[in-house]
């Protein structure tokens, strides 16, 4: 997974990239925008002190991360594997129903 941090006042730590330049057209606005990749090791204490984590996304292939820091990741990069999107796969239970919507929403009931 990967979330999107926003912060008051610069982060310089390894594991935050700075996307404030992708994010913000170019220009600092009065916030700093950061990506952050969470893996099983990340802690709510990594989040740096009056930050907020404006969004969390799922990655298609995390493996592409798993040996890089922030430092070694482009925001073109990150952008490409959003991009990419993801599959969900549901194992079908019998004792499981399915309704579908006219709008193409699921619903899952016991």
């Not at 990239?17 to 099983?40: F, P, R, V």
């Not at 990741?73 to 129903?97: D, K, M, P, T």
């Amino acid at each position: 997974m990967i979330s999107f941090i926003k912060c008051p006042n610069p982060v310089y730590s390894p594991s935050y990239l700075d996307c404030s330049t992708c994010t913000n057209g170019g220009s600092a606005l009065e916030t700093y925008t950061y990506a952050k990749i969470i893996d099983e090791h990340t802690k709510v204490s990594d989040l740096m002190e009056l930050c907020s984590v404006e969004m969390i996304s799922l990655l298609p292939d995390e493996k592409a991360f798993e040996n890089k820091d922030n430092n070694n990741i482009s925001c073109v990069e990150i952008h490409r594997q959003l991009a990419y999107g993801f599959e969900l796969f549901l194992y079908y239970n019998s004792s499981l129903r399915i309704h579908q919507d006219t709008n193409n929403h699921f619903a899952i009931a016991s």
